[in-house]
């Protein structure tokens, strides 16, 4: 449960920022606006898509240092 809750804090950090990021002249000069356009957008779920596609990039990424960790303490181990 600890972990699921590190992931969802996560994937929550990786949608602000992006969405700020990604959109940050509309957000600074009308950010009411842009949310009502939202609505009427032809892919109004494209921010929750592309926060997807960059919390699995990291989380791949997070994957991939952990099991270099693991296999490096096993060969450190072993000598």
């Known amino acids: ?5 590190k992931i969802t804090i996560l994937y929550i950090v990786v949608f ?5 990021i990604i959109h ?4 600074l000069t009308s950010p009411v606006s842009h949310i009502k356009a939202l609505f009427h957008h ?3 779920y494209h921010p929750l898509l592309y ?4 919390f699995l ?7 991939f240092i ?3 960790i693991k296999f490096f303490r ?6």
């Open 16 to 20: 602000i920022l992006s969405s700020f």
């Open 1 to 5: 449960m600890k972990n699921l809750k």
């Open 24 to 27: 940050i002249n509309v957000w």
């Open 42 to 44: 032809s892919l109004p």
């Open 74 to 79: 096993k060969i450190l181990k072993n000598k």
């Open 66 to 68: 952990q099991l270099l």
């Open 57 to 63: 990039l990291i989380v791949v990424f997070i994957f």
């Open 51 to 54: 926060s997807f596609l960059i």
